[in-house]
């Protein structure tokens, strides 16, 4: 049987090699570039790639709290998270900023497994931007209890104000889109934002396709340049909320 083994990191503890390591993983697994991408490095059907320094600036930048989780199957890299702590009127968010994994190890639960790495007690916030249905399934079931009952309110409600104070930029500058922030708009966009990350969407448009088969969607359509937003509420089943609240564990 083979061996699937979780470990989570704070920033300080993520060395070069694990850095390097997750960059080949992105590098190899994450997608290619869409037809609209311009720019010296983003040529339409070429693999999106990160170096090392580009991901420690993106995911690991020195003016946040930041964590990292990874999963080894039979000491093989299968797949990683990346995730960042900032705090909005005495909320404490929790954003995952990079998801992937291999494609050799997908849909056998890795992502959602890395998603509850991440989870924290004092969490009240959880948020993620992703064009791929799978990652909001993930997202949805690990920080929530699943996309059938996920509330777009509190994404209406929280969107903005935790989004324009994030110290991830991608984050900060993502522009809202969809009839959550703006009823008049019927384009069908419900719950997306605006990245102009123009990765080429066949992969998560054929995972939608087979998503709305089994299940109703909620977040809406997935349009070129743009990703769907899930933002959840922490549900805290087992704790009575303290009144001065504990460090993070890192
Ligand atoms: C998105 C990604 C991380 C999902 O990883 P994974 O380990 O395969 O996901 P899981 O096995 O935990 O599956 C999560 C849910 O998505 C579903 N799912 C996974 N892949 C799917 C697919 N291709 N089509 C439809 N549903 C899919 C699973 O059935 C599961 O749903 P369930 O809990 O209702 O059963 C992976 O596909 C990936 O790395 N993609 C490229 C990078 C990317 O887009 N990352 C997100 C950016 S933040």
């Given at each position: 049987m083979e061996e699937q083994v979780y470990k989570?990191?704070?920033?300080?503890?993520v060395t070069e090699t694990m850095l390097q390591e997750a960059a080949v993983l992105f590098s190899e697994n994450y997608g290619v570039w869409g037809?609209?991408?311009?720019?010296?490095?983003?040529?339409?059907?070429?693999?999106?790639?990160l170096s090392k320094d580009?991901?420690?600036s993106q995911c690991l930048p020195d003016n946040a709290t930041c964590f990292y989780a990874?999963?080894?199957?039979?000491?093989?890299?299968?797949?990683n998270a990346f995730a960042c702590r900032w705090t909005v009127n005495d909320k404490t968010v929790c954003w995952v900023t990079q998801l992937v994994v291999d494609r050799n190890y997908r849909e056998r639960g890795l992502a959602k497994g890395l998603l509850n790495q991440i989870k924290q007690n004092d969490v009240d916030i959880y948020g993620l931007m992703s064009s791929h249905p799978a990652a909001c399934l993930a997202a949805a079931?690990?920080?929530g209890d699943s996309i059938r009952t996920l509330q777009l309110g509190p994404i209406g409600k929280y969107a903005d104000e935790i989004m324009k104070v994030s110290p991830i930029s991608y984050v900060k500058d993502a522009k809202l889109r969809g009839s959550v922030f703006n009823p008049s708009d019927t384009?069908?966009?419900v719950s997306s934002v605006d990245s102009g990350f123009f990765v080429d969407h066949n992969e998560p448009l054929g995972a939608l396709a087979w998503v709305r088969e089994?299940?109703?969607w909620p977040l809406g359509e997935l349009f070129d340049g743009h990703e769907f937003l899930i933002i959840l509420e922490a549900r805290h089943r087992s704790r009575s909320r303290p009144t001065s609240r504990p460090k993070s564990g890192f």
């Open positions: 989570k990191y704070g920033a300080g503890q037809e609209q991408a311009t720019g010296k490095f983003a040529k339409p059907g070429s693999r999106v790639r580009r991901l420690r990874r999963v080894t199957v039979d000491g093989q890299l299968a797949g079931k690990a920080f384009s069908g966009l089994e299940t109703d």
